[in-house]
């Protein structure tokens, strides 16, 4: 079997520089992203690497060529058009990527420039963002011939994704004139998929002014149905209501709001602008809202009324959490109007002035109006009233506070908007289909679903306002449902609708024109066939062995819970499709237990109760219900991949986890499905931005897993790999070291080598009989675990520049702890698997040497001060139990007390001129993260050992800024070893 070039080849650093310049300003992302919030999306770039990598041919070897007639023939196919030989067929690969020059070079350019304030011509690449190009006739014509040298050529080579999700892999896939096939369990999705995979391919740009002028005759007709509910100043535009929730005073009974702070503008070209709100009359319970801004900006808007569970009422005194719950459950939450943003003819920029009486009375007649209109909207299904009853993980976000069902969401203005909405826009789908002709018509409906569902996630009471840069945050900023306790609300009647069909029109213009494929020689390209499949991945309506080759993104463990997400959009989604798309609305919510994801709210009522008192024997806790779930549904899915792919198919998988259970997981299932693995690339798809700014450590990198269908495997002891797994471990270390990974990256980089011995012994016996009297079959963690260690070992000598420096095991676990997950905060677990490999126990870490708190499921390294508060170490002690008190009680004393202090400490312990305690000031600058925040170090323990470098120990080299470990690789396997 002829190998795919990825298989061999992959230019993992470029793909992943173009994949973070992709995602480099929120404002700019493909047009796909704006279409409809899908959760996880993968780069249009790093998803088009896969699919092309993994249907192009390998560049044959000697050896191949030798033994295989086919590879033979697919070297003369591949020197006939790359007559430069390999190197030119890989930089034709990169053209036809997209990618016309070199982003790494690129962005290192514009590192360097933004640093030192240079402004760039251009874009500072020198070609336009990669995703943006589409296969012009001469690369698509060549593509599908050197395609046709690994097939049979016999057929349209097809393409199946079968966890589609937002449609980044299909919708690259298509754009390259393969036969796509896109399935997706979820009903959101699937629509989202039929309007981004699909119609735009079908309908073209043009089709961009149907969805205007309809969409824009919808959004008049709500405005003139609204506009009394929406009163404006002579002039003025509204931009936002802001609002607060409120509860009842326990005094007084009158409405206090929940507001975590009063600001409205913060920072915006040095304006600060707050809401002031002052009590008038505590008998009568009036107060007043004005705004104010600069001094008196800041005396108010850092005023908090509710903070980390305590409320504090306007009209005296605080309470609890648990009575603002109370209240949540008698239905006593309610809303106060703060400010409004508007934009005024004459001023420039958003302003803000408080509600007046108008205002007042348009909110209470808008909830009138709702009230008249629910009785018929509820008899035409209107409003979303479905309960929100099913298990859930977000409960600590909305049910806690009042929202039981989907219309809760949103405030009897809001309701009434999209209510208006919702009856507006199922009258005009119904004209248009007469008007337009039923496959334009439906067309037109699924667009303008599409605007009304961005209507929604733009108008909530999740929506908060954004006092930085002056606007409204959508529903799902984040992926969950986090109660908000201040919030934002749209214009209904002016602004709302004419955005959200902009924003749908501009999406579908931008998808259009990067879906329109140019006729190649071989055939009309823009005939390639695309077909959208609403079902689960463990049971495909496909024939047996009927596709080349499966690239696909799973769902990723317990990162998003898609089903319970979406529903929030899917109550309205099936209400606005009902008539034009069914296949869309069949399902009273979404499927969760299909839903390959590791949902323990799934299995909270079977499970024990999880906790410390947990007993094993007590049966499993939801957690492992769910993880067990996962991985039975994950291995019926790759079943049914294996059935489907042709015998000589290639399956790539994107998989991105920081913890280990997670590749144990992916890996049980892929072997157990029959699969090989192999190859393995760590493409760095994340920017680094985000990283930085997370607390919690996680991975940049997606690592792109190509498998085949097993054939051949020597089933083999575990006893007789180690060694094997071992070996491929420290290679990968030194592999992606060298292509610049660290931390939790550099050790996920070794998951998929490790898993491709085990593919190549499979199954692998423990050398143990099972309950049952069987060879018991390995878990592929305990192969991974001990990849781990290797890791672990070598990233130590890396810090230490390639030398070998023995500590003590604290030492080690707290330096190799910042190097991988360069964050104070990690799971529990993470730091449970890391203490394996340095042969510790996290309770003696915590409780004995305090070097790290614990929190339920998560550990926080401590600072210096923080162990020194907590009695970890004595800074006038003559001796130490570990190397990690003698560096905090230095940095402690030098932090505290100044430099002669310092000195004076180095004196009295002899410390100063000992060779090991420079290496470990070395070690643990180079793995604490020296990520600065307006110009200062965000760790103290960074901060302070910068400047012990510099004033004590100036025979250490000095490091770059916001590159800790970044080069600490170079030293990995220099010097000893
Ligand atoms: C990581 S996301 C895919 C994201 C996608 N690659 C993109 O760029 O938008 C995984 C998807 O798997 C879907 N999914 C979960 N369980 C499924 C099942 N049983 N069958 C098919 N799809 C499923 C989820 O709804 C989710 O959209």
Known sequence: MTRSLIEQWLPAKIIGAESRRERGASSALPPVNFLHVWWARRPLTASRAAVLGSLLPAWPTAEEVTNDAQAAKILSGLQEEFPGGEAEYHAWFLHALGIFGDPVAGRAAIQAANASGVKLEGNGYGYDRAFTYTPDAETAARIERLVALRGSGDSAVRVLDPFSGGGSIPFESARYGFATIANELNPVASAILQSTVHLPAKLGPKFAATIKTWGDKWADRISKRLDKFFPRKEGESIVAYVWAHTVPCPTTGFPTPLCPDFWLARG????????????TDYTKGTYELSIVEGAEAKRWGDRSTYKRGVGESIWGGTFSGNYIRRQAEKGNIGAMLLAISVTAPGISGRQFRAPTENDLKAVAAAEAELQRCLPAWEIADLVPQEPIDGPSNYDRGHRMYGINRWSDFFTPRQLLTHGTALEELRKIVAEA????????GRALGLYLALA???ACDYNSRQCSWHATRLKVRNTFDKHNFNFKWSFAEFDGAHSLFSWAVSQVEDAFEGIAKLAARPATLHGDLTQVETQIIRGSATSLPLPAESVDAIITDPPYYDNVMYAECSDYFYVWLKRSLRDTWPQFCDLMLTDKEQEIVANPALFKDVAAPSGKGRKKAEGKTAAEFADARYEELLTRAFEEAHRVLKKDGVLTVMFTHKRVDAWDTLGAALLDAGFAIKSSWPVHTESEHSLHQAKKNSAASTIFLTCRKREGSEPAYWADIR????CVAEEAVREFSEYGLTGVDLTIATYGPVLSVLSRNW????????????????????????????????KKRGLLGGRDVEFDRITDWYLLAWSDFQAAEFPFDEARKLSLATHLDVEDLSKRHKVVKQASGSVTLLTPAQRYTAGAFDVDASSWPTMLDQLHALMLVYDEQGLAAAKAWLTRTGLGDDTRFSDLIAAALRAIPRTKEKGEFVRPEARILDSLRTALFDHIPPLAEAASIAGMQEALFDGKG
Do not use: C, W
């Not at 289909?433 to 334009?440: K, V």
């Not at 060694?723 to 071992?726: A, D, K, Q, R, S």
């Open 452 to 454: 009304m569902d961005k």
């Open 723 to 726: 060694h094997e797994v071992e």
């Open 763 to 794: 199954p692998v016996y423990t050398g143990e009989l099972d309950s049952v009297g069987n060879p018991e079959v390995l878990r592929p963690d305990a192969a991974l675990d001990l990849a781990r260690q290797r890791v672990a070992a070598l």
């Open 268 to 279: 915006k070209a040095g304006r600060d602008v707050a809401v002031r709100l002052e009590v």
């Open 433 to 440: 289909r007469i008007d337009l002709g039923e496959e334009f």
